[in-house]
């Protein structure tokens, strides 16, 4: 369950959720979140990113031009979050409700990717071919998965018991996999992989 609450323009996310668990974390005590998670445009010149408003029907994913000009509302929603780029530059990709969509840049052809489970933190590889993100299919909790961009071909690529595996980012050859893992005590980690999930590198060490 994710929840967002508007309350004198302040932007709270809460989640049923421990916070490890929560995909998109409140902000520090005293600031508030109105512009988030910004994304560029494979041409550079377009930032995605999303917006909190206290005005209904104004707060979802938005696209804004780097010369600071064009800024408008893509996808309205109070749960969409972490949209990604195609390498194309005509899709984006991003969570809402728990559930993974694709739309157009134009704001049309919206497609609803996954249906089961809850998922979050999508990102599309170099290619174009994939999109890994992941899931709460996970027996202790979310891992990683990947499906082809229009939503087939989805397969668990994590190992399972050994802690969450989350927010996926490709590799630019679209080889490798680097992403967050809770291991031992909880710490989350910072670990590369292959893409099939295997041959893992832990780059972090701070438990």
């Known amino acids: 369950l994710l929840t967002i609450v508007f309350a004198s323009s302040l932007f709270v996310v809460v989640s ?5 668990d929560n995909p998109m974390p409140p902000p520090p005590i005293g600031f508030i979140t109105r512009d988030a998670e910004p994304a560029w445009s494979p041409d550079g010149e377009t930032i995605a990113f999303v917006h909190g408003d206290t005005v209904p029907g104004l707060t979802g994913i938005y696209l804004i031009d780097t010369n600071r000009t064009n800024n408008h509302l893509l996808y309205p929603s109070t749960a969409a979050h972490s949209p990604a780029w195609s390498p194309d530059g005509q899709w984006l990709v991003f969570a809402n409700r728990g559930q993974i969509f694709k739309m157009r840049m134009t704001g049309d052809s919206l497609v609803q990717l996954t249906t089961e489970g809850n998922n979050y933190f999508p990102d599309w590889s170099f290619r174009g071919d994939w999109i890994a993100y992941d899931s709460d299919s996970g027996e202790e909790g979310n891992v990683i998965w990947k499906m082809h961009a229009d939503g087939g071909g989805k397969r668990d690529i994590s190992i399972h018991g050994v802690g969450e595996w989350r927010a996926p980012n490709w590799s630019p050859d679209t080889k490798r996999i680097v992403h967050e893992r809770y291991v031992d005590a909880g ?5 590369i992989m292959d893409s099939t999930g295997g041959n893992a590198v832990r780059l972090t060490f701070d438990e």
């Open 16 to 20: 049923c959720k421990d916070v490890g």
């Open 187 to 191: 710490t989350t980690e910072i670990v």
